[in-house]
């Protein structure tokens, strides 16, 4: 289960580089998305993966796991949810100032 996880991770990471590396604004969005997917998987992953025990206290249960991991987790996908709102718009309205969804590199495209 853990190398699922690990590979998991790591397809996440290198799919939301690639995809941050674009000079198009959606792909740079989706790529940031992938991105706190995989450090949300990081986040919950950090707090062992215990599949039979339980996150909450009860009299019956011998185990628990970490809630920690869980709450960040939760957390975060409220924040990145938000951010991810955030910059849809500042693309859209970018695309409809300047008719183009290029990312900026700096320096103006006429000028070199």
């Given amino acids: 289960m853990e190398l699922l996880v690990a590979i998991?991770?790591?397809a996440?990471?290198?799919?939301?580089i690639y995809l941050m590396?674009?000079?198009?604004?959606f792909?740079?969005?989706l790529g940031l998305s992938l991105l706190s997917y995989a450090v949300n998987l990081f986040i919950f992953a950090s707090g062992r993966l215990a599949p039979e025990m339980a996150p909450i206290i009860s009299k019956t249960a011998t185990g628990y796991t970490d809630p920690?991991?869980?709450a960040l987790v939760l957390t975060a996908i409220v924040i990145s949810f938000g951010m991810t709102a955030v910059l849809v718009i500042m693309a859209i309205g970018a695309y409809l100032t300047s008719g183009?969804?290029?990312v900026s590199t700096g320096a103006a495209e006429g000028e070199k």
């Fill in 12 to 16: 996440l990471t290198t799919s939301g």
């Fill in 100 to 102: 183009d969804d290029r």
């Fill in 21 to 25: 590396l674009r000079q198009r604004s």
């Fill in 27 to 29: 792909p740079v969005i």
């Fill in 8 to 10: 998991a991770i790591g």
């Fill in 68 to 70: 920690l991991p869980q």
